[in-house]
């Protein structure tokens, strides 16, 4: 039997096909499986976050509220004024999967 091979041309990383099919953890944000290593967060909904996209998801409107601050501090630090609000908006993997295909924007898996 000979080993397939998919490869994540995103991540430059490959996967064996088999854990598609064969439960591995995967990150619902970036889709990488889990490697042996990794540490993956729970969400306790069945989902889970690898570190890199925890680390830097916020899951919460009320958390964004920092983030837009900051923004909002970097734009008069050039001397700049936002004359709108920030617009945010959150979105799921399956949400982002769709508009980067509306947009033609999609990563390819290739089989090695």
Same mark, same amino acid.
């Given at each position: &039997?000979? /080993?397939?091979?998919?490869?994540?041309?995103?991540? &430059?990383?490959? @996967?064996?096909?088999?854990?598609?099919?064969?439960?591995?953890?995967?990150?619902?944000?970036?889709?990488?499986?889990?490697?042996?290593?990794?540490?993956?967060?729970? /969400?306790? &909904?069945?989902?889970?976050?690898? @570190? &890199?996209?925890? @680390?830097?998801?916020?899951?919460?409107?009320?958390?964004?509220?920092?983030?837009?601050?900051?923004?909002?501090?970097?734009?008069?630090? /050039?001397? /700049?004024?936002?004359?709108?609000?920030?617009?945010?908006?959150?979105?799921?993997?399956?949400?982002?999967?769709?508009?980067?295909?509306?947009?033609?924007?999609?990563?390819?898996?290739?089989?090695?």
């Amino acid at each position: &039997d000979q /080993l397939e091979l998919v490869h994540d041309t995103f991540w &430059d990383r490959r @996967s064996c096909r088999g854990h598609f099919f064969d439960g591995t953890p995967w990150c619902y944000n970036c889709d990488r499986f889990q490697q042996a290593g990794d540490q993956y967060l729970d /969400l306790g &909904d069945g989902r889970l976050a690898c @570190s &890199d996209c925890s @680390s830097i998801t916020i899951m919460d409107p009320k958390d964004f509220k920092p983030l837009i601050e900051m923004v909002h501090k970097f734009y008069r630090s /050039l001397n /700049l004024k936002l004359v709108e609000n920030i617009s945010v908006f959150l979105a799921d993997r399956h949400e982002i999967h769709k508009l980067c295909i509306s947009k033609g924007k999609y990563r390819r898996l290739t089989l090695k």
